[in-house]
């Protein structure tokens, strides 16, 4: 790749430069949840030239899925959510290594997860035991890693923030994982995306979605990966 000839990502290196754009391709991202915000995190870093994406995903695209979901369409409704991606991903760069895992994970098998060379894992599943055990598992094998907490029920993308888990607000899932990291007495940064927005209130258990939230959460977790690899 060259800085004088055109190619897909001459825009992005226009911004971040050649070497930092040949040091992306050298990373590997671990994504677990590839739905509304997990289909936009990969969205993003398959733009941004990211080498390899590993995606973790069991659930196949739903009807449900259209309303925020980048993958869901009419044209591929039951179709596996990693399948999907991998074909849409090699549609965007080729060059780009996908590995799969269509599993659902839980703290049973989440040592599988490990068995990959991860720079980054984006923790956007919607499991509260198996958000737990990554944070305890990233830090003890010193894996950057972010979560995603809630974005059910909400309406405004602007309410989104990239904060240590302690300076969360009107995050019903970061007052779980607030807890759990002062039961368990954890002392170091713990990252996560979360939004200061109440929750609206449906009277459903099932929270709602919209397009904007998980999708701008999605980006927000791309970027912020990104120029983490770029300040390292």
């Known amino acids: 790749m060259t800085t004088n000839k055109q190619h897909k990502f001459i825009r992005t290196e226009k911004v971040i430069g050649h070497d930092n754009l040949k040091k992306l391709s050298n990373k590997s991202v671990l994504i677990l949840g590839c739905g509304g ?20 995903d069991y659930d196949d695209i739903e009807v449900s899925n259209i309303n925020r979901q980048i993958i869901a369409l ?39 997860l490990f068995k990959f060379k991860i720079d980054y894992l984006v923790d956007a599943c919607d499991t509260v035991s198996t958000k737990k055990a990554i944070i305890k598992e990233c830090l003890k094998r010193k894996i950057d890693f972010i979560s995603c ?5 909400k309406l405004d993308p602007s309410k989104l923030e990239i904060v240590d888990i302690r300076k969360t607000t009107n995050d019903p899932l970061a007052r779980i994982i607030r ?47 990104v120029r983490n690899f770029i300040d390292k």
């Open 149 to 153: 907490m809630g974005t059910g029920n």
């Open 74 to 112: 009419n044209s591929n409704i039951g179709k596996s959510k990693v399948d999907a991606f991998e074909e849409r991903i090699k549609d965007i760069n080729s060059d780009c290594k996908i590995l799969k895992v269509k599993e659902f994970i839980n703290i049973d098998n989440l040592q599988e």
């Open 37 to 56: 915000v997990g289909g936009y995190v990969i969205e993003s870093l398959a733009r941004s030239n990211i080498g390899t994406l590993i995606l973790v």
């Open 179 to 225: 807890k759990y990291v002062k039961d368990e007495n954890i002392k170091e940064k713990v990252i996560v995306l979360s939004s200061r927005e109440l929750p609206i209130k449906t009277g459903e258990r099932t929270p709602g979605s919209t397009a904007f939230v998980p999708s701008a959460a999605g980006l927000l977790i791309g970027s912020y990966i």
